[in-house]
């Protein structure tokens, strides 16, 4: 990317108010585009025909159209770890042909996506009981990746959700294995521990601490776990047989997991048949990625306005506000997506990076953070790009009213955000409530939005399984496009490993051994402190 380019094109645009963009009547069509019922809306932001040209051009210039091809194709594009990229084969056609090391991965595939919906329904339809009869909880432990995107799809599908209830224990803290295992009973449970590597701290200690709890009362508590992992040997330490063990690959990253075993909860609370769906959704989102036009494409479109804020515009954050509480943990979901993926500082060569690299992600559902961050998002010093969501329809038929009231909401914050209001219009509106003089002009001056502020909001029809599948493709290409301008490696994850082997080292004095030599002065402090 030309990033002094780019800022150029930044600069030329300051002080222009996103209104007078509109003076060309065909921008709202120009600047929004369709895609297999998605409508992706981003006339909203101070992006003009010019920047956009150019990012175009920067992308084609990035060889963005090889490099996805090169993913899709199973190329070991994650250089740092030497591994392909393939989530994408997790959710391809059966026929497709994707060969690692000269061997096709999807007959692979497909034969753990048969095994996997074997189990769920078996699980669904109480043929796989537990020692007190059939299931009627499922608790899945993973971290990360191997419990972000179930949590948030479950959630976000519950009007699909027909089997036995799904919870999801992730925090080393014990408190989240002891709310969640409150009140479940061991016989009729089946844990689900899932991890690619089945080392993480978090998962280990939770899954020995939920098979003691089982032990307590169930004769034979391995019969009741499934394990989620790369590691064959690792699960079968833990004594869990391998006919409940549903293995993946490593060219599966852990935050673009849950379209196969990770995803095993949510096949278990949707069933099989709904899990094809929001493979197939996902699936869609890839066929537009790899043959959209990069000027009707939406990953791409959605990358390159990201850009325009965070690297051309210079705006630290962007909030995901999705207009539909079922999705209140996607900005969570997101945030290991986006973070984990492009909070890099150097390029793949090695080289320092030119510019900032991805920016910081958060948000809540909409109407909610209305009520709470949105002040700071209309008034605030800081601006902040917001990417609104919501679906034509909601499921609830007898409470359409209040659908229409969280779309006009939706509509209605990013119309605000764009127009504000003026000194003029605060002050006209103060003066009709009998206020005068300085008065009148302190108060309006309270009572002024800036508007300019840019947002983007995508409409989907609902929030079906294949809709999410959409979506959550949608953002993954995303992170792919903005992570080739970058020049980084998305698909790596090393600035979490540090913090990782601390704690390890720590944990031990926290049990009450002597504090190692060499430490820092407030973490010495602050151990002795807690020792005491
Ligand atoms: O599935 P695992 O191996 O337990 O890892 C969990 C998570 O830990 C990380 O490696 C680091 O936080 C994530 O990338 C991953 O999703």
């Keep these: 990317m030309d990033f002094q380019t780019l800022a150029s094109h930044a600069k030329r645009t300051q002080g222009r108010h996103i209104l007078d963009l509109f003076k060309d009547a065909g921008r709202a069509m120009a600047f929004s585009t369709h895609a297999d019922g998605l409508l992706f809306d981003y006339s909203k932001t101070n992006l003009d025909r010019d920047a956009l040209e150019f990012l175009l051009a920067e992308a084609e210039?990035?060889?963005?159209?090889?490099?996805?091809?090169?993913?899709?194709?199973?190329?070991?594009?994650?250089?740092?770890?030497?591994?392909?990229?393939?989530?994408?084969?997790?959710?391809?056609?059966?026929?497709?042909?994707?060969?690692?090391?000269?061997?096709?991965?999807?007959?692979?595939?497909?034969?753990?996506?048969?095994?996997?919906?074997?189990?769920?329904?078996?699980?669904?339809?109480?043929?796989?009981?537990?020692?007190?009869?059939?299931?009627?909880?499922?608790?899945?432990?993973?971290?990360?990746?191997?419990?972000?995107?179930?949590?948030?799809?479950v959630k976000a599908l519950a009007p699909y959700c027909n089997g036995p209830r799904c919870h999801f224990i992730s925090n080393i803290d014990g408190a989240h294995l002891a709310d969640v295992l409150k009140g479940l009973n061991p016989e009729t449970t089946l844990v689900i521990v899932a991890s690619k590597t089945f080392t993480t701290i978090e998962t280990m200690t939770n899954a020995a601490s939920a098979k003691a709890w089982m032990g307590a009362l169930v004769a034979d508590p391995g019969a009741q776990f499934a394990a989620?992992?790369?590691?064959?040997?690792?699960?079968?330490?833990?004594?869990?047989?391998?006919?409940?063990?549903?293995?993946?690959?490593?060219?599966?990253?852990?935050?673009?997991?849950?379209?196969?075993?990770?995803?095993?909860?949510?096949?278990?609370?949707?069933?099989?048949?709904?899990?094809?769906?929001?493979?197939?959704?996902?699936?869609?989102?890839?066929?537009?990625?790899?043959?959209?036009?990069?000027?009707?494409?939406?990953?791409?479109?959605?990358?390159?306005?990201?850009?325009?804020h965070h690297q051309g515009l210079g705006y630290a954050t962007r909030a995901v506000l999705p207009y539909e509480q079922r999705?209140?943990?996607?900005?969570?979901?997101?945030?290991?997506?986006?973070?984990?993926?492009?909070?890099?500082?150097?390029?793949?060569?090695?080289?320092?990076?030119?510019?900032v690299s991805g920016p910081v992600v958060w948000g809540e559902p909409g109407t909610n953070g209305q009520h709470a961050f949105y002040q700071l998002i209309h008034q605030g010093t800081a601006i902040v790009p917001c990417e609104f969501m919501v679906g034509k329809q909601g499921f609830e038929a007898d409470l359409s009213h209040h659908h229409h009231l969280l779309v006009a909401n939706c509509l209605a914050q990013s119309e605000a955000l764009m127009k504000g209001r003026s000194l003029a219009e605060a002050t006209e509106i103060m003066a009709a409530k009998g206020l005068t003089g300085d008065e009148l002009d302190r108060q309006a001056r309270h009572r002024v939005f800036p508007g300019n502020r840019p947002s983007t909001t995508l409409i989907y029809d609902k929030l079906t399984p294949f809709v999410l599948g959409q979506i959550v493709a949608l953002y993954e290409h995303r992170v792919f496009v903005e992570g080739v301008l970058l020049g980084i490696n998305s698909y790596d994850q090393w600035g979490v490993e540090l913090g990782k082997e601390l704690a390890l080292a720590l944990g031990p004095v926290l049990s009450g051994e002597e504090v190692p030599d060499g430490k820092d002065p407030s973490t010495r402090m602050l151990v002795q402190h807690l020792q005491s």
């Design 61 to 153: 210039r990035a060889g963005l159209a090889e490099k996805r091809d090169a993913m899709f194709s199973g190329a070991k594009i994650n250089e740092t770890e030497g591994r392909a990229v393939l989530h994408t084969a997790l959710r391809a056609a059966f026929g497709t042909v994707v060969e690692v090391d000269g061997e096709n991965v999807i007959p692979g595939v497909r034969a753990t996506r048969d095994r996997m919906a074997e189990f769920a329904n078996a699980v669904r339809d109480g043929s796989y009981i537990g020692q007190g009869g059939k299931i009627t909880d499922v608790v899945n432990i993973g971290i990360g990746g191997s419990d972000l995107g179930p949590v948030m799809a």
């Design 327 to 355: 999705l209140e943990r996607l900005p969570a979901y997101l945030q290991q997506l986006e973070m984990e993926s492009n909070g890099k500082r150097v390029s793949m060569d090695g080289a320092d990076l030119q510019s």
């Design 228 to 308: 989620l992992s790369t590691s064959a040997e690792k699960t079968a330490d833990f004594g869990i047989d391998a006919s409940r063990v549903f293995g993946f690959e490593d060219w599966v990253g852990g935050r673009y997991s849950m379209w196969g075993p990770i995803g095993l909860s949510l096949m278990i609370a949707i069933g099989p048949e709904n899990f094809a769906d929001f493979l197939a959704g996902a699936r869609a989102m890839d066929d537009h990625f790899r043959k959209a036009d990069l000027r009707q494409n939406l990953p791409v479109l959605l990358a390159l306005v990201g850009m325009w």
